[in-house]
């Protein structure tokens, strides 16, 4: 029995040790002599092929009085090109037996492609044809202004709760871009003549700001040799000058309030300026936001919802960007109590993170969370192209694919409670209260 036992345990150890190496994901990272930086990920387990080009360009790189363009190019480039038609787009991807999709941060803009693998080089010239040859006109601009339009009626303007990130981000941030989001203003976009659009995309738009990652089913020096083809000759531009702009410190507490003529049940927000994703404190409070939220096991949930049943919902997260982020916790009261119930409550758990130790139980508890996640993450090829494009773009270390993990498994309860104590304090919280529009009598 104690001879079955012990093969038993080198059986799971032997097991535990191949799906942990089999989470390491290889890869090849290249130049092209026009900056273009290039990322290779073999994996012939499935003959699907993803193409995906990064740029190094969001919402934080506009024009205060030019908000929204980065997110209206990623719509814009989906127009055409001098050889793919108006409209085809879609067609040709979808008649390849593809799907494809795009989106926009603060920070970059990511577009890419999925397709059967023998379709490999349309992928790649599709991408480069987005480089190389877009076609921006008036009429594309109009169209696309009125789809960017109606998607702001309906995802911020017209749905419960819609405006409470560009809310929270124009009273944490006074000098930084990010005091606005993505969507941007209309406005600004209407005002807008087609040579700005133009300007804008021949200066972030270009090989050396632009990261293209090639993943799944393919044969590598083939790749290699269609990549050069397509994308080679393509001209280098102008290198992109970012300035970097500080935040002062938030050294007193700012009081907001909003009212959302969508909603019938106000919510609070307790919001915190906290530092860029590349930092080891950013990923501490990924930590504390496990520890808070994530599950109804969590303190925030089992307090306020389960026990005490003062709250519809509770959730905290770290909003982590490229120069820093946004520790946010919010709540939606039950019955009669009132949103300073609630802030109260959620400062108290807050507190004891920064004077309590957590135990040793619920350390390991948050390692294994963060274990399922890494895995999950880069179970599929598709994730892994992201998470690739990511790493280079805004961590500039493309290896944190296989070693994040570390960092978040060498996380001691000791830092937990000092990095609780270094952000999340009183005198450095936006308190919005987001409450229904009062009828006008």
């Excluded at 397709?115 to 009429?139: A, D, K």
């Excluded at 003062?310 to 959730?315: I, P, R, S, T």
Aim: net charge negative; hydrophobic share 40%; proline share 4%.
């Amino acid at each position: 029995m104690k001879m079955k036992k012990l093969c038993y345990l080198s059986f799971l150890s032997l097991l535990f040790c191949t799906n942990i190496f089999a989470q390491k994901v290889q890869f090849e990272e290249y130049d092209l002599s026009n900056g273009m930086h290039v990322i290779l990920h073999k994996d012939n387990t499935a003959p699907v092929i993803i193409t995906s080009v990064m740029y190094h360009v969001g919402a934080k790189d506009e024009n205060p009085e030019r908000t929204g363009f980065a997110h209206f190019f990623e719509h814009l480039l989906f127009e055409g090109t001098k050889n793919i038609e108006r409209g085809e787009w879609f067609k040709i991807v979808s008649a390849n037996g593809g799907t494809n999709n795009a989106n926009t941060t603060q920070d970059r803009t990511y577009y890419y492609e999925v397709f059967p693998s023998n379709n490999l080089e349309l992928g790649l010239w599709m991408e480069s044809e987005r480089l190389l040859h877009p076609v921006i006109n008036q009429i594309g601009v109009d169209t696309q202004n009125e789809v960017v339009k109606e998607e702001k009626r309906l995802r911020v303007d017209n749905s419960p709760y819609g405006q409470w990130i560009p809310t929270v981000f124009a009273n944490l941030f006074v000098e930084h871009p990010y005091r606005w989001t993505t969507i941007g203003s209309l406005e600004h976009l209407d005002a807008a003549s087609l040579e700005e659009f133009q300007a804008f995309n021949k200066k972030f738009y270009v090989p050396n700001n632009a990261v293209l990652v090639v993943a799944g089913d393919f044969e590598t020096e083939k790749t290699k040799k269609l990549i050069e083809d397509y994308f080679g000759s393509i001209p280098k531009g102008e290198a992109v000058v970012r300035e970097t702009i500080t935040e002062k410190p938030i050294t007193s507490k700012i009081e907001a309030t909003f009212e959302d003529p969508n909603i019938q049940i106000p919510a609070v927000f307790t919001v915190y300026r906290t530092p860029a994703m590349t930092t080891r404190d950013a990923r501490v409070l990924d930590m504390i936001s496990t520890i808070l939220s994530d599950g109804k096991s969590s303190r925030l949930y089992k307090k306020l919802v389960d026990d005490k049943k003062k709250a519809l919902q509770v959730a905290a997260f770290n909003y982590s960007l490229e120069d820093y982020g946004a520790y946010i916790i919010f709540a939606l009261p039950l019955g009669e109590n009132t949103l300073d119930d609630l802030v109260v409550e959620m400062d108290e758990e807050i507190t004891k993170l920064q004077t309590e130790l957590i135990s040793e139980k619920e350390l390991q508890k948050l390692r294994n969370k963060f274990e399922n996640q890494f895995v999950n993450a880069n179970s599929s090829v598709e994730g892994i192209a992201g998470s690739l494009a990511t790493y280079y773009m805004l961590y500039n270390d493309v290896n944190l694919i296989n070693t994040e993990i570390d960092i978040y498994n060498s996380i001691t309860r000791e830092e937990i409670r000092e990095i609780a104590k270094k952000y999340l304090n009183p005198n450095q919280q936006l308190v919005l209260d987001y409450l229904p529009k009062k009828e006008i009598e």
